[in-house]
């Protein structure tokens, strides 16, 4: 959220260890998404209406410039409702503390149609001909769906006839994008908000299902976005989730359609530059394709393809890319690179993040991730972007039409000890055009 010059990071947080449960509401505030200072907690069960629990929610500008925020609280009887709660003092600048009013709370009910043990994330409201709408996420007959509800003032809502949307999948949904996580994974479709009827349509520009879009095809999950008013971009943001149930934050992302309005385009937040992270930029000149591998139409699944070839396995046209965090004689190493297929109409683009080799430390999720690249090879050029810490390696392909972020422990490849190499193990010649590399400078706070 930003408010009156101040960015406000919410999240789930465990004050009592770096595991699943007790879970309350960290607070973090910045100036420019890069510096963080992290404050009091500014919300945990302490009423009736959220006595299980305090979980995930979303903030809101009203109209008269006011913040609010819903979030899920669990009652007595292990209902989910939905709460609100507004700042104890406006004219703090950072918002410290919070009230959740015993008056009207809980403000959403789930009625007798509606799953209360499966009735959460309510989204970031929005506002239109007189009314405040925001959808909550739910499930019937194992498919995930969106309630959608009114509300002229905000504390009193009505839910719609009709779902504003049904899915597969369904949560954590943002309104304008709605994606849902299962395991690992956020899936969003790219669709006309029908104003007059309030439904949302999904342009079928993507399969349903698992086969969907997703914003990163990695260890990327709960994402959430908000509209940054200042400078006028939606931003994503993402928790990349350790081997265990733990999580830390990716990088803030600038999201925007892309001009073939067929998915989402994602790029880290111009603030970044002024750190100029370990970060690699490199574009890949490929001279010619007549060497490409024809394309198996048994393997779709791109992970799949991504495992079965690797980064080893030669082809024609790739595998070729980056190896990061490579130890000094490769026992371990993160490679991510392209692979080139040609079908009978066009040629498909692979880009693979594969951890399997990233530590010699057994018991870890080590997997390949992957994702197919929506790109025309007229320019026969490829861009790559990755931005490298001591275990997360985030990659944009291709400007930023595909994202993959892997988590990684690697056990010889640390700080002084840890290789960047590009590589091509392809029988086609392939050109590096530029590569720039730029090491981390620390923020000068960090949460």
């Known amino acids: 959220m930003y408010y009156n010059g101040i960015y406000h990071l919410f999240y789930q947080y465990n004050p009592k260890g770096a595991v699943w449960g007790n879970i309350i509401w960290g607070h973090s505030v910045s100036k420019d998404m890069v510096n963080w200072e992290a404050l009091e907690p500014p919300i945990y069960p302490s009423q009736r209406f959220d006595k299980n629990g305090a979980w995930s929610g979303s903030a809101t500008i009203l109209p008269n410039n006011k913040p609010i925020i819903l979030y899920i609280g669990v009652d007595p009887n292990n209902r989910q409702v939905q709460i609100y709660a507004v700042p104890a003092n406006l004219s703090d600048p ?29 989204s970031t409201a929005w506002w239109m001909n ?11 007959n194992h498919r995930g769906i969106a309630y959608l509800y009114r509300s002229w003032d905000f504390f009193h809502w009505v839910k719609a006839k009709h779902p504003c949307i049904q899915h597969p999948i369904q949560a954590c949904g943002n309104a304008l994008i709605l994606p849902g996580f299962v395991i690992r994974y956020d899936y969003y479709t790219v669709g006309t908000y029908l104003t007059d009827k309030d439904r949302y349509l999904p342009d079928n520009t993507s399969a349903d299902g698992w086969a969907g879009l997703r914003y990163d095809y990695g260890n990327f999950y709960a994402s959430k976005t908000f509209f940054d008013p200042a400078k006028k971009r939606r931003v994503l943001w993402g928790w990349v989730n350790e081997s265990d149930s733990t999580s830390d934050d990716a990088i803030p992302r600038t999201v925007w359609l892309d001009p073939n309005q067929r998915q989402l385009m994602q790029w880290p937040i111009q603030e970044l530059e002024t750190l100029r992270g370990k970060n690699v930029d490199v574009t890949f000149f490929i001279p010619r394709l007549d060497k490409v591998e024809p394309f198996n139409p048994s393997l779709t699944d791109a992970q799949l393809l991504c495992a079965k070839k690797g980064s080893k396995v030669q082809g ?14 490769l026992e371990e190493y993160t490679p991510v690179f392209f692979r080139i297929f040609k079908t009978s109409t066009k040629h498909t683009v692979l880009l693979c993040s594969d951890a399997r080799s990233s530590s010699l430390k057994d018991g870890l999720y080590k997997p390949s991730f992957a994702s197919f690249v929506d790109i025309d090879l007229a320019d026969k050029k490829l861009s790559l972007r990755s931005l490298i810490d001591h275990s997360v390696v985030e990659s944009f392909g291709a400007g930023g039409k595909t994202c993959i972020t892997s988590r990684v422990y690697p056990t010889l490849a640390v700080l002084k000890n840890a290789y960047l190499h590009a590589f091509n193990n392809g029988s086609q010649t392939i050109v590096v055009k530029n590569l720039n590399a730029w090491s981390m400078k620390k923020p000068l706070k960090m949460n």
């Open 94 to 122: 950072y918002l410290r503390r919070w009230l959740k009013p015993a008056r009207l709370n809980p403000v959403v009910d789930p009625d007798q149609v509606v799953n209360a043990s499966a009735f959460r994330d309510p």
């Open 130 to 140: 007189g009314h405040s709408r925001m959808v909550v996420g739910s499930k019937r």
């Open 316 to 329: 024609g046209v790739g595998p070729f890319g980056l190896l990061a965090l490579a130890s000094k004689n």
